[in-house]
C-alpha cells in the first residue's frame, strides 16, 4: 500500500486528467436542478447528489462529467482474483460517499477541467495508496488501484497512550491503515470520526 516511487501519484493523476478530458461524457441530464435566492444568492439542489441548498449545487456534479465506465477502466484490475478487496470498491459507493461533500464545493467548483483535475487528483491519491500493482504489472502498476481496503501486514497496532484523555484506545482494537486513503493511529481515527459523526 506505500507509494515506492514519488512519480507514481504525479503519473497517475495525469493519465487520469488525460483520460478524463479525451473521454469526458455529458452525463446525465435527467437530474433536475431546483434553484432559489436565499439571502440574495443563487442556491440549488440537485436529486440525491446534491441534497442539500449550496451554491455548488448549481454547477455541474461529479456524476456528470466522470462516468462509471471511467471508473472501470481506470482501476480495472481491483476485482481480479489477486486482488485483495474484491467486489469491495465501486463507483456508486465511491459517487455515494461524495454527496456530503459535493454541496461543499468537492469536485463542483471551478471550470470543467478545474473539477476534473480536482477529482483526479483525490483518484491518483487513492489509486497509489490502495494499489498492490508494481513496475511490470499487468496493465501497470496504475490499472492495479483499490485492490486493497486495509493494511495487509500492520507492523504495530497503532495505539498512542498520549492521547488517552480524548482519544484512548479500546482494549483489543487495532488503529492500522483502513480505507482509500488510510488512516492510522488512535487519534486520527478519532478525529475522523468526530468529522464524520461515526465512532471509529
Request: aromatic share 14%.
Amino acid at each position: 500500500m506505500k507509494m515506492k516511487n514519488g512519480s507514481v501519484a504525479m503519473t497517475l493523476t495525469v493519465a487520469l486528467v488525460l483520460a478524463l478530458a479525451v473521454s469526458l461524457a455529458n452525463g446525465d441530464e435527467s437530474e433536475k436542478v431546483i434553484v432559489k435566492k436565499l439571502k440574495g444568492k443563487k442556491v440549488c439542489i440537485k436529486g440525491w447528489e446534491c441534497p442539500t441548498w449550496s451554491k455548488f449545487c448549481c454547477n455541474e456534479t461529479i456524476s456528470d462529467y466522470f462516468q462509471v465506465y471511467q471508473f472501470e477502466n481506470f482501476f480495472s484490475k481491483r476485482n481480479t482474483p489477486v486482488a485483495h478487496a474484491v467486489g469491495f470498491w465501486d463507483y456508486q459507493s465511491f459517487i455515494t460517499a461524495t454527496v456530503k461533500y459535493q454541496p461543499l464545493g468537492f469536485g463542483t467548483t471551478g471550470t470543467k477541467l478545474d473539477k476534473m483535475k480536482e477529482i483526479c487528483a483525490f483518484l491518483a491519491h487513492v489509486g497509489c495508496k490502495t494499489s498492490c500493482g508494481y513496475g511490470v504489472a499487468t496493465g501497470g502498476p496504475l490499472a492495479w488501484g483499490l485492490c486493497y481496503n486495509h493494511e495487509m501486514s500492520p507492523s504495530q497496532s497503532y495505539c498512542d497512550d498520549s492521547y488517552k484523555y480524548t482519544y484512548p484506545c479500546t482494549p483489543g482494537a487495532e488503529y492500522y491503515g483502513r480505507g482509500a486513503i488510510p488512516i492510522y493511529w488512535n487519534y486520527n481515527y478519532g478525529a475522523t470520526g468526530e468529522a464524520l459523526k461515526a465512532d471509529l
